[in-house]
């Protein structure tokens, strides 16, 4: 591997360039990546940014980097807009369950969908609630600085201070007077200072579940102050990769900077990489709309957007057909076509070890593992890499015709390195998507004997059950 390892060109969000990638610190590798608010399903969108980084975790870790992932759990604190309750606290009032329970359950869920992905756990998954002490703390030291203020129990940020010497917004490149006009008033936040001003500590009433002791008032903190004392906390007050989706540029990683910034004078995080949207169908998702799916309702099929149901890494090959920083859409269409695509990519091991090699060789492996490496090195760019496989598949056709030759050294190269590429890096797991699409089927078998023992049809719903019980799988009926 370090024959090929290259200097790694990633985009900076913050000079809108291609740098050479530096770690300040060469023995670790820094990277926080802003988790879900596990409030509900996760939808696609999320995934495709946890798929993402993912790679890019993969990648560093393949080239020799000692990698800290550390990707938060938000589980208090995310407000909605126009409202004082956060989006867990809503929640548990829906379901009529305690708001840890709402967690807990979304947590795992969240957890399920990822490994149905085939995706790595990060080194470090913190929650903001286990981590109430560290954000009291750091209000505290920006109050200290002269950079917050206390109103009525509840801490605010002060923007305009911290703008005297500071561009808040830098990120999204936005001015103070961009953000004034784009902001919008919250109920009970008429306290501020100024309109833009954003909390650190919120007062909570007495009814409120969610609620901790702080020197201000019983309350909670505010969300973009999570990621900052997580991040601080685990990676240092300077580390290297800040990840996320798009959405989060403005307000939560400019927000992120200018508390981190008002302590150290530093903003926290070399490299800003975000993901762009996810479509569906030309437009963007939303549930109020009914333009919207959830992940399992692909995998089995149950949906009304979709003609049959996908695989979890035929929608993982998707994705990496474009790339990160690029909108992508989801329809019917893409998703046949990515089938169909990754139905013929995932045969090349197969393909290679049928080749028997001769002595004479017009494959130049070496040349093709370069190729690989410089797709990755430009700024993770997973649709070169993709197009390499293309490449190779078409070499082995080429081969099977006799119209090209390999020797045995360029053969081993090409079945070590695709393996490689396809396997350790992008993370591509065919038996865990061929078992997926068994459960699959087995869901759909058993709907179906449900439905005729309702029908009191036994003669069939007996007959599946003794057909499974003979293959090991024991259905105990409901009483």
């Not at 530093?266 to 437009?283: R, V």
């Amino acid at each position: 591997m370090s024959a090929y390892k290259q200097q790694l060109k990633i985009y900076n969000s913050l000079s809108s360039k291609k740098e050479v990638f530096k770690s300040i610190n060469k023995d670790l590798v820094g990277m926080y990546v802003c988790g879900p608010t596990v409030y509900n399903t996760v939808h696609l969108g999320n995934c495709r940014t946890f798929i993402s980084f993912d790679l890019i975790f993969r990648y560093l870790k393949h080239l020799g980097y000692n990698v800290r992932y550390v990707r938060n759990i938000t589980d208090v604190g995310h407000l909605e807009e126009n409202e004082e309750d956060d989006k867990i606290l809503k929640r548990a009032q829906i379901e009529k369950i305690e708001p840890m329970e709402v967690v807990q359950k979304y947590t795992n869920e969240f957890h399920l969908i990822l490994d149905k992905f085939n995706l790595k756990k990060p080194n470090i998954e913190p929650s903001a609630s286990g981590h109430i002490i560290e954000q009291i703390e750091m209000i505290q030291e920006i109050i200290d600085a002269g950079y917050a203020y206390e109103k009525n129990g509840s801490v605010y940020f002060d923007t305009i201070t911290y703008n005297k010497n500071n561009n808040y917004g830098v990120l999204s490149n936005r001015d103070l007077v961009h953000v004034v006009n784009e902001s919008r008033e919250l109920e009970g936040t008429t306290e501020k200072n100024n309109q833009q001003d954003f909390a650190l500590w919120k007062k909570a009433n007495k009814k409120h579940l969610m609620r901790w002791n702080s020197p201000w008032s019983y309350g909670f903190p505010g969300w973009h102050l999570e990621c900052s004392a997580m991040s601080k906390k685990y990676l240092g007050e300077k580390f290297d990769i800040h990840g996320g989706g798009l959405d989060l540029k403005f307000p939560h990683h400019d927000c992120e900077i200018a508390q981190c910034k008002s302590l150290s004078n530093e903003i926290p995080a070399n490299y800003w990489l975000h993901t762009n949207m996810l479509t569906l169908n030309g437009k963007k998702m939303s549930k109020s709309t009914g333009n919207s799916v959830l992940p399992f309702e692909i995998f089995n099929g149950s949906n009304k957007i979709f003609s049959k149901s996908y695989s979890p890494m035929v929608l993982k090959f998707f994705i990496f057909q474009a790339h990160y920083r690029n909108t992508i859409d989801l329809s019917d269409e893409a998703l046949k076509a990515s089938e169909k695509a990754y139905e013929k990519i995932k045969t090349i091991p197969i393909e290679l070890n049928s080749i028997i090699p001769g002595n004479e060789n017009d494959c130049d492996a070496e040349l093709w593992i370069k190729n690989c490496y410089n797709s990755l090195n430009d700024d993770f760019n997973s649709p070169k890499l993709i197009a390499e496989f293309f490449n190779l598949y078409k070499n082995i056709q080429e081969i099977k015709s006799k119209s090209k030759s390999i020797d045995s050294t360029n053969l081993k190269k090409f079945q070590e390195y695709f393996s490689i590429f396809y396997t350790d890096i992008l993370g591509f797991d065919d038996e865990k998507s061929e078992k997926n699409q068994l459960d699959e089927v087995l869901d759909i078998l058993l709907e179906i004997r449900d439905n005729e023992r309702d029908k009191k049809n036994y003669e069939v719903s007996d007959l599946i059950r003794d057909k499974l019980s003979k293959l090991g799988i024991n259905i105990n009926d409901k009483q």
